[in-house]
C-alpha cells in the first residue's frame, strides 16, 4: 500500500522512508506531532513548495539538489573540503591534459584505463569498428553509470556531481588520444607508440581514417577538451548549490 505523505501529499511506494519530494522522515512523524516535526526541520516552506511546483521541473530540481533533511557537521565539513580538492585538482588537469598523460594526469589515466580496456572486450564480438570505438565508450559509460545509481538509488547528489566531474575528466583523457591520430607519437599499451604499431592498434587512427575525418584529428581533440572543461566546471557549480543546501541543514 502506498504512503501518502502528511506534509506535503505527495503519495510514494510502501517502502520508502521519508518522502521524495520534502523530506519528512515518516518514523519521525509517527513519534511526534506534525507541528513540531515542522518546526524542528523546517519542513513548513518546503511543503509549500513542493506544492506549487508540480510535474517536471520540480521534479528535476528534487533529483538534482536533494539533500537530506538533517546533515551532520563532519560530513559537510569533508565533502566541502572534497570539492575544493578536486576543483584544484580539475585546474592541474586541465593545464596538463594537453600534453598526453604526463604531469598530474598519470593517476586519473590508470584509473580510466581498466574501463577503456574493458570497453574493447565488450564490443569485440560486434566487428573492429565498435571494438575500437568501445574503448573510449567504455570509460565515459562508467561515469555516468554511477552518476544515475547516485541520484536515483542512493540520493547522493553530491556524490553525482563527483561523477560528472569524472566524466570530464575522461573527456580530457580521450582529447590528447584523438589529437594523436595522424602523428601516432602518444605511448600506447605495452610500450609501443602508434606509428611502430600495426593499422588499427592506434584506436583513433583508426577510426577517423575508416570515417574520412583524419584530417579533423586536432578539432574533435579540441571539441573533446573543452566538453571536459565545460563538465568539470558545471560539476563544481552543482557541488556549490548542494553544499548550500548541506549548510542549511547542517546540524551540530
Not at 560486434?126 to 536515483?152: E, I, K, N, W, Y
Not at 600506447?188 to 592498434?201: A, E, H, I, T
Not at 560539476?235 to 549548510?247: Q, S
Request: a negative charge; glycine letters at 12%; hydrophobic letters at 45%.
Amino acid at each position: 500500500m502506498n504512503v501518502t505523505c502528511q506534509a506535503c501529499g505527495f503519495e510514494t511506494g510502501p517502502d520508502q522512508v521519508e518522502c521524495p519530494r520534502c523530506g519528512l522522515i515518516f518514523s519521525r512523524y509517527r513519534k511526534r506531532p506534525l507541528e513540531t516535526l515542522l518546526e524542528k526541520e523546517g519542513m513548513e516552506n518546503r511543503a509549500e513548495e513542493a506544492s506549487g511546483h508540480e510535474g517536471e521541473p520540480y521534479f528535476l530540481a528534487s533529483l538534482l539538489f536533494y539533500v537530506k533533511p538533517r546533515v551532520d557537521a563532519p560530513d559537510f565539513v569533508f565533502r566541502l573540503v572534497f570539492a575544493l580538492v578536486l576543483g584544484l585538482w580539475g585546474l592541474v588537469l586541465m593545464a596538463t591534459a594537453r600534453d598526453g598523460h604526463g604531469g598530474g594526469f598519470g593517476f586519473w589515466h590508470l584509473v580510466n584505463l581498466p574501463f577503456h580496456e574493458a570497453g574493447h572486450v565488450i564490443l569485440r564480438p560486434f566487428g573492429h569498428f565498435l571494438m575500437s570505438l568501445g574503448g573510449t565508450l567504455g570509460q565515459l559509460a562508467m561515469p555516468l553509470v554511477c552518476m544515475g545509481v547516485f541520484l536515483v538509488k542512493t540520493r547522493d547528489t553530491f556524490a553525482a556531481g563527483f561523477c560528472l566531474w569524472w566524466l570530464g575528466v575522461n573527456f580530457l583523457d580521450i582529447a590528447p588520444y584523438i589529437g594523436d591520430a595522424r602523428s601516432l607519437s602518444l605511448p600506447l599499451l605495452g610500450g609501443n607508440v602508434g606509428s611502430s604499431s600495426p593499422y588499427g592498434f592506434h584506436d583513433w587512427e583508426y577510426l577517423l581514417t575508416e570515417t574520412g575525418l583524419l584530417a579533423w584529428d586536432k578539432t574533435l581533440a579540441n571539441l573533446s577538451f573543452l566538453t571536459g572543461v565545460v563538465l568539470m566546471i558545471v560539476a563544481c557549480l552543482w557541488w556549490a548549490v548542494v553544499l548550500a543546501k548541506y549548510r542549511e541543514r547542517m546540524t551540530a
